[in-house]
């Protein structure tokens, strides 16, 4: 089901896309006095076909919605002779200036089309993340720099920071063009705000993504809380050998304190095939249960296994901010993030062209479909 999901949105997208694209040659081309004859989303067997208006245009919907075409008057069909009355409205008897506007007019619907969905997107009200810093990994430049968890991002390059998130496009670009990056923090504790200088020249950019920038940045955001609580138990696993149960809490390992889902996990990952004694609350009772975590080998070597998942809680309010954007700022924010998705993903081609990039970073059509 999840295959053809991702199968039908892959198509849908793909046919939307097309369709503005062609849309846009068809547009121009008829105000241009260009005479059409065809405009078909798809390729192949005609599913629907209609024939409209002065010019008897043909407009189909084909069998294989990956592509589409406009077929004009005289377009480079030699087994298709123009009329000599009807030349002045043959794509090839065009002047360049003409042609030129017809051939740009598919990629710059795709633009603008992009700019509306982009202002769509940022119009209604959103409750994204506060600018606060989660735990902020030692070894990445902010944690170097001293940032810590509950500190608060207030600006990068003098760009206001009003969630998280907001300006990760372009952070991303200026990672990728070598420029440093600027940022403002209010200390968790005192309040104090400072600047902090990231050098981003110095980053290893060959296997660069989003990710990547987190956890070498270390702009990683609060995280839900994440309790020893099961919320599910893998059938015939280690947990489920040893008798645990959904909604089962788990409090201590061999008589020592558990202090959180991640403490959790790094002693059943360092103890591989041995026995444990676990301490769980069931309800209102109080139980020791052993179990014996599976081995499983990773490039670490042998780790511990359970076979279990916990009870994520959800953001609290106070987490969030609430962002409403009037007209003007959604077409502002659109119009920023088509152009710096356009330039990201340009200079990511290039750097990729030029081996700086590893080519990994290219997504073939079912990671796509899936995206």
């Given at each position: 089901?999840?295959?053809?999901y991702?199968?039908i949105?892959?198509l849908?997208?793909?046919?939307?896309l097309?369709?503005?694209h062609?849309f846009?040659?068809?547009w121009v081309a008829?105000?241009?006095?260009?005479?059409?004859?065809?405009f078909s989303?798809g390729?192949g067997?005609?599913?629907w076909?209609?024939?409209?208006?002065?010019?008897?245009?043909?407009y189909?919907i084909?069998?294989?919605?990956?592509?589409?075409?406009?077929?004009?008057?005289?377009e480079n069909d030699p087994?298709a002779?123009v009329?000599p009355?009807e030349?002045h409205r043959?794509?090839?008897?065009q002047?360049?200036?003409?042609?030129?506007?017809i051939?740009?007019?598919?990629?710059g619907?795709?633009?603008?089309?992009?700019?509306?969905?982009?202002v769509?997107l940022a119009l209604?009200?959103?409750?994204p993340?506060k600018?606060v810093?989660?735990?902020v990994?030692s070894?990445?430049?902010?944690?170097?720099?001293g940032?810590?968890?509950g500190?608060?991002?207030?600006?990068v390059?003098?760009?206001?920071v009003?969630?998280?998130?907001?300006?990760?496009l372009?952070?991303?670009?200026?990672?990728?063009?070598?420029q440093?990056l600027?940022?403002q923090?209010?200390?968790?504790?005192?309040?104090?705000i400072?600047s902090?200088?990231?050098?981003v020249?110095?980053?290893p950019i060959?296997n660069?993504?989003?990710?990547?920038l987190?956890r070498t940045?270390?702009?990683s955001?609060?995280r839900?809380e994440?309790?020893?609580?099961?919320?599910?138990?893998?059938?015939?696993?280690?947990?489920?050998?040893?008798?645990?149960?959904?909604g089962?809490?788990?409090?201590?390992?061999?008589g020592e304190?558990?202090?959180?889902w991640?403490d959790l996990?790094?002693?059943?990952?360092?103890a591989?095939e041995q026995?444990l004694?676990?301490?769980?609350?069931?309800?209102?009772s109080k139980?020791?249960?052993?179990a014996r975590p599976?081995?499983?080998?990773?490039?670490?070597?042998?780790?511990?296994?359970?076979?279990v998942?916990?009870?994520v809680?959800p953001y609290r309010?106070?987490?969030?901010?609430?962002?409403?954007r009037?007209?003007y700022?959604?077409?502002t924010?659109?119009?920023e993030?088509t152009w710096l998705m356009?330039?990201v993903?340009?200079r990511?081609l290039?750097k990729m062209v030029t081996l700086?990039?590893s080519?990994k970073?290219?997504?073939?059509?079912i990671?796509?479909?899936?995206f």
């Amino acid at each position: 089901m999840s295959f053809l999901y991702s199968l039908i949105g892959f198509l849908i997208a793909i046919g939307v896309l097309v369709a503005v694209h062609e849309f846009g040659h068809f547009w121009v081309a008829r105000k241009l006095g260009v005479k059409v004859l065809r405009f078909s989303i798809g390729f192949g067997k005609p599913l629907w076909r209609k024939v409209h208006g002065e010019d008897r245009t043909e407009y189909v919907i084909a069998a294989i919605p990956l592509g589409g075409y406009v077929k004009m008057l005289g377009e480079n069909d030699p087994d298709a002779p123009v009329a000599p009355e009807e030349r002045h409205r043959a794509f090839d008897y065009q002047p360049i200036w003409k042609r030129s506007l017809i051939v740009a007019a598919g990629p710059g619907i795709n633009f603008l089309f992009a700019l509306i969905l982009f202002v769509v997107l940022a119009l209604p009200s959103e409750s994204p993340l506060k600018p606060v810093f989660g735990p902020v990994a030692s070894e990445s430049i902010l944690g170097q720099q001293g940032a810590k968890a509950g500190d608060t991002l207030i600006s990068v390059n003098d760009r206001t920071v009003d969630y998280f998130g907001q300006h990760d496009l372009y952070i991303f670009n200026q990672v990728l063009k070598g420029q440093n990056l600027r940022l403002q923090i209010s200390d968790a504790e005192s309040g104090a705000i400072r600047s902090v200088e990231l050098d981003v020249g110095e980053i290893p950019i060959y296997n660069i993504n989003p990710s990547f920038l987190v956890r070498t940045l270390g702009l990683s955001p609060e995280r839900p809380e994440i309790t020893t609580e099961l919320e599910r138990v893998v059938p015939d696993s280690a947990a489920f050998e040893a008798g645990l149960l959904v909604g089962d809490t788990i409090t201590e390992v061999d008589g020592e304190a558990v202090l959180g889902w991640f403490d959790l996990v790094k002693k059943i990952a360092g103890a591989p095939e041995q026995d444990l004694a676990l301490t769980v609350l069931r309800g209102d009772s109080k139980l020791r249960i052993s179990a014996r975590p599976a081995a499983i080998e990773s490039e670490q070597g042998a780790v511990g296994q359970l076979g279990v998942s916990p009870v994520v809680l959800p953001y609290r309010d106070d987490q969030r901010v609430v962002v409403d954007r009037g007209f003007y700022e959604a077409l502002t924010h659109g119009a920023e993030q088509t152009w710096l998705m356009s330039v990201v993903t340009l200079r990511m081609l290039w750097k990729m062209v030029t081996l700086q990039v590893s080519h990994k970073n290219i997504s073939g059509p079912i990671t796509i479909a899936d995206f």
